[in-house]
């Protein structure tokens, strides 16, 4: 499913047009990015949580070169699925 296809989705689920569902998924996924660029832990119940973890730096080899390298840590962003949505795939 692409972001096209789930504006369209929440449209009919919600009773609300595709515009008003495109600025809905809009404001949520920016709400959410700010909470973890803020450094904050964004648990929707049932849903999941997202949140930020760093890497360590790691060694690592060059592919081209065979080299020796150090891949620098760095943030990522990481999402646990919860209880609810679990039990749903499964």
């Keep these: 499913m692409n972001k096209t296809e789930l504006v369209s989705s929440i449209a009919a689920k919600a009773g609300l047009s595709k515009v008003d569902s495109k600025k809905a998924l809009d404001a949520t996924v920016e709400a959410i990015a700010e909470a973890l660029k803020a450094g904050e832990k964004v648990s929707l119940v049932g849903f999941g949580t997202f949140a930020v973890v760093e890497r360590p730096s790691r060694p690592g080899i060059n592919p081209t ?19 609810d949505l679990d039990a749903a795939i499964n």
Excluded: L, R, S
Excluded at 65 to 83: L, Q
């Design 65 to 83: 070169t065979k080299a020796p390298i150090t891949i620098p840590a760095k943030k990522v962003a990481k999402f646990k699925a919860g209880a």
